[in-house]
Each structure stands twice: as structure tokens, then as C-alpha cells.
């Protein structure tokens, strides 16, 4: 198979998702980083976000649109559920995840202390204490979501959880995220097993130092 390229910097959570995504589904691939913002980043991408894809003569931006490109093009287990009802909560959480969770979760909260810290500026602890309210309200209902079984869509892991991953692990890396989760029974429990599999370990390896 083609080597597949993905472009955007090892830290972001959704090239951690597409990462992952190839890994479950043994598909070659190679991360090119790239700074968001960049002319490089707009030249792939529209709106200057990331991940971007390559595959062949393929062109892709989009996490969603790119980890279901991999789901396709990859071997074993298919990480989209076999019925309409999972398939349509897979959908409903990857949507929330993008809309509404990712904002709360780090935007709003967890960015607020990594991008100072890693500029060489103080954090603003006030603009942090802003964002923790809508924080623990998401923690909660990706709780309530696991609460129902053992993965968001069902029995199988599915592309849904591959979004939750790389969250879990950057609101565990402050104080009050990491309080949030521990709260968060189901959530941790789904997030130790994500912890455990092959493509989270390869992902997060030294991403952070």
C-alpha cells in the first residue's frame, strides 16, 4: 500500500485521532509537522486547521472525513458499527466532540495553560478558571455517554472513541481536568483501555517531552 502522509503537529488532538486511526487499521503512514497558521497549513487545508492528507494523488482535510478514508483503505476490524443505531451514536459523539466538546475541553480550558507555557508567558489563571465550568459539564456527558456500555457506539471500539483519546490525555495533564476526569468513572474506564492499545502508545510516545 501507498504510504500515507498526514501533515499537521504531532501534539494536535485530531492528528493524534488520524494517527491512531491508521494504526488500528494497519495503514503506512508518515507524519509531516506542520505549523498551524502556516502558508504551508493554507495550502493544504482552507481554513488552516489540521490534520491534512495525502494518500497517492488524494487530497483530504477534515479529521472525520480522513480517519473514515482509513477506516476504508485499512485491514482488520472496521471501526464504523455494524447497525444503523450504533452507527448513528458514533456519528452523534463525533459531531459533539467537534461542535461543542473540543471547544470546552481544550480550547477553552487546556490550551489556556499549554500555549503560555509553551510561548514562555504566564498563565492566566483567570481566563483557565473561565473555562473550567463548561470543562467539567463536557467530562460529564462524555461520562453519561460510557456510562451505557463499554464504548460510546456499543461493544467495538469505534472512530468515536479514537476522537475521546487524545482529549482524555491532554485535560489529565492540569490540575482541575485531571480532577474532572478521575470524577469521570466510565470516562476513565474507557480511557485506561484506549491507554492500553498499541496506536495510543505509538501516538503519544514523547509528544509531550
Known amino acids: 500500500m501507498t504510504q500515507l502522509v498526514l501533515f499537521g503537529p504531532p501534539q494536535s488532538s485530531y492528528v493524534r485521532t488520524a494517527r491512531m486511526a491508521c494504526i488500528e487499521k494497519s495503514v503506512p503512514h508518515v507524519l509531516e509537522p506542520l505549523a498551524i497558521g502556516s502558508d504551508d497549513n493554507a495550502r ?3 481554513w488552516k486547521r489540521v490534520p491534512a492528507m495525502r494518500h497517492g494523488e488524494l487530497r483530504l482535510y477534515e479529521t472525520s472525513a480522513i480517519v473514515r478514508y482509513v477506516d476504508d483503505i485499512g485491514s482488520g ?3 464504523i458499527p455494524a447497525t444503523p443505531a450504533a452507527r448513528a451514536a458514533m456519528e452523534q459523539w463525533i459531531s459533539a466532540i467537534n461542535c461543542y466538546i473540543y471547544d470546552s475541553v481544550v480550547r477553552n480550558y487546556a490550551l489556556r495553560y499549554f500555549l ?3 510561548r514562555g508567558q504566564e498563565v492566566d489563571l483567570a ?5 473550567i465550568p463548561d470543562m467539567e459539564r463536557d ?5 453519561a455517554g460510557y456510562a451505557g456500555g463499554a464504548w460510546l457506539a456499543g461493544d467495538a471500539l469505534s472512530l468515536a472513541d479514537l476522537f475521546v483519546a487524545p482529549i482524555a490525555q491532554t485535560v489529565a495533564m492540569f490540575p ?5 476526569l478521575g470524577r469521570a468513572r466510565h470516562l476513565s474506564r474507557a480511557y485506561d483501555q484506549l491507554a492500553q492499545r498499541e496506536s495510543y502508545a505509538r501516538v503519544h510516545a514523547g509528544v509531550f517531552g
Do not use: F, N, T, Y
Request: no cysteine; glycine share 8%; charged share 15%.
Open 139 to 143: 467530562i460529564a456527558q462524555l461520562d
Open 176 to 180: 482541575e481536568g485531571k480532577a474532572a
Open 77 to 79: 476490524a472496521s471501526l
Open 116 to 118: 503560555p507555557r509553551l
Open 44 to 46: 493544504l487545508h482552507p
Open 127 to 131: 481566563a483557565v478558571h473561565a473555562g
